[in-house]
């Protein structure tokens, strides 16, 4: 469990580094873009045989310097489903869909910022492709009462 804490705080803080040189060079919707190419090139890094990460911690770090409130939402968004869920990836999946809510919002109708954050949302829940099936496969279809 520490190694995981550390790989989780590391991913942010580097996602924030890029984050504030990203601000300082870009701006509107190419801002989100830049969080987009980092959370795919988590997921494909190169010198791992373009075999990384799902991008959910890089995102977080991203939106806690672009938009602050969207990641504090966000991150108890994340803690409240998974209380009541119990399953990791659904929680990320609703923390996921807040940061970029929060990204669409903040970007008071920049298209480009708009489909910046739905591609950012796009690409993290394709790399979770792995987890709906087994999820799916051992969830058995609640039916109605």
Not at 21 to 44: E, K, P, Q, R, T
Not at 67 to 92: D, E, G, H, Q, T
Request: hydrophobic residues 55%.
């Amino acid at each position: 469990m520490p190694w995981a804490v550390l790989v989780f705080a590391l991913d942010i803080g580097r996602a924030m580094a890029v984050a504030a040189l990203a601000g300082y060079f870009l701006d509107g919707g190419w801002l989100i873009w830049a969080g987009f190419f980092l959370v795919l090139g988590n997921s494909f890094p190169c010198f791992h045989g373009f075999r990384g990460g799902k991008g959910v911690a890089n995102y977080l770090g991203f939106t806690v310097l672009t938009v602050p409130v969207a990641a504090l939402s966000a991150a108890w968004l994340w803690v409240l489903v998974y209380w009541i869920k119990r399953v990791p990836f659904i929680a990320s999946f609703f923390m996921v869909a807040a940061l970029s809510a929060g990204h669409v919002v903040s970007s008071s109708g920049d298209r480009l910022a708009a489909a910046g954050a739905v591609a950012t949302f796009a690409l993290i829940l394709f790399n979770h492709r792995k987890n709906i099936r087994e999820y799916r496969r051992e969830t058995p279809p609640s039916l109605p009462e």
